[in-house]
């Protein structure tokens, strides 16, 4: 019996495929035989290649796989970059800054509110607003008060993440991940 080789020209008519494809699928496989300088290939060495090829990587994604993903990503960074453009999305931080300023002058209102309060209806008055106001103004300032675990925990799982972040609040983010990081050790 005789063994054909076949050099990638005669295999890409053969088999009906470019010879870029072909030349790109051999760049590492070492050929059957070299005649007049030109590597030659067993035809089902191109077989299988083409066959892996289509079956993807060791991942099991093949290139067009990859090239679809990258396409996608790239059309939603393009699509962000232009709701960022229209406005539509704002930088985390801006916001930040935007309702630090507005709370600073909630703030504000309320701490003249009591003086307003104490020339109206007297001295005792006054007291009672100041300590009213004192007492909402540190509810705010506490991300974990009792009300704020009243609006923010829908469930048991929201309970527990807020008991966690409340932790790390009180105690500084150092010991809490380190508790959290043994904690998931022992799993």
Same mark, same amino acid.
């Given at each position: ?5 076949? &050099?990638?020209?005669? %295999?890409?008519?053969?088999?009906? $495929? ?17 005649? %007049?300088?030109?590597a030659?290939?067993?035809? &089902? ?6 066959e892996? #090829?289509? +079956?993807?990587? &060791? *991942? ?9 993903r +990258?396409?996608? =990503?790239?059309?939603?960074i393009?699509?962000r ?5 229209k ?8 916001v930040?800054?935007?309702? &630090? =300023? ?16 104490? %020339? ?26 009792? @009300?704020?675990r %009243?609006?923010?925990? #829908?469930? +048991? *799982?929201?309970? @527990? ?9 009180? #105690? ?14 022992? $799993?």
């Amino acid at each position: 019996m005789t063994v054909h080789a076949y &050099s990638i020209y005669a %295999a890409s008519e053969m088999l009906g $495929r470019d010879r870029q494809t072909l030349t790109r699928l051999v760049r590492h496989t070492e050929p059957y035989s070299k005649a %007049a300088g030109k590597a030659k290939y067993l035809l &089902s060495t191109f077989v299988d290649l083409i066959e892996a #090829e289509a +079956k993807g990587d &060791s *991942n099991g994604k093949s290139l067009a796989d990859a090239r679809t993903r +990258k396409e996608l =990503a790239h059309a939603e960074i393009a699509e962000r970059e232009n709701q960022v453009a229209k406005g539509e999305w704002v930088r985390l931080e801006d916001v930040g800054k935007f309702y &630090s =300023a507005q709370l600073m002058v909630c703030r504000e209102i309320m701490l003249t509110m009591i003086g307003k309060i104490g %020339a109206l209806l007297g001295p005792e008055a006054e007291l009672v607003a100041r300590d009213e106001c004192y007492d909402a103004l540190h509810e705010l300032a506490d991300p974990y008060s009792d @009300k704020q675990r %009243a609006v923010q925990c #829908e469930d +048991k *799982n929201d309970e @527990k993440e807020f008991d966690e972040a409340k932790k790390e609040f009180e #105690e500084g983010p150092g010991k809490a991940q380190k508790e959290r990081r043994d904690r998931e050790r022992l $799993r």
